[in-house]
Nanobody, 123 residues
Framework: QVQLVESGGGLVQTGGSLRLSCAAS????????GAWFRQGPGKEREFVAA????????YYADSVKGRFTISRDNAKNTVYLQMNSLKPEDTAVYYC????????????????WGQGTQVTVSS
């Protein structure tokens, strides 16, 4: 059974930083992309960042380029999202996802999802 567990969310002031973690278990993900999505209040789920579990190019939404960094630790089967210079508009529930063999910003392409972790940025 595939399981993704996110952690690291919380409340932070504008300009602050958080690091999210996504621990995966239940199968091998080396042929897939790990990705982060987010869903703000009253908004659709949107792509944030993605990287292949075995490494390589990282992809980012324009809104987070230069501020967020996605990385992975294969030994721990974990994907991270380092978020710096946070803004109130970054407030959302952040979800980890995997299961797509190619990069895609469409959340429907990902088969496995975590439960989400809340990130709140105060102004």
């Amino acid at each position: 059974q595939v399981q993704l567990v996110e952690s690291g969310g919380g409340l932070v002031q504008t300009g602050g930083s958080l690091r999210l973690s996504c621990a995966a278990s239940g199968r091998t993900f080396s042929n897939y992309y790990g990705a982060w999505f987010r869903q703000g209040p009253g908004k659709e789920r949107e792509f944030v960042a993605a990287i292949r579990w075995t490494g390589g190019l990282a992809y980012y939404a324009d809104s987070v380029k230069g501020r967020f960094t996605i990385s992975r630790d294969n030994a721990k089967n974990t994907v991270y999202l380092q978020m710096n210079s946070l803004k109130p508009e970054d407030t959302a529930v952040y979800y980890c996802a995997t299961g797509s063999p190619t990069f895609d910003s469409n959340p429907r392409r990902y088969d496995y999802w975590g439960q989400g972790t809340q990130v709140t940025v105060s102004s």
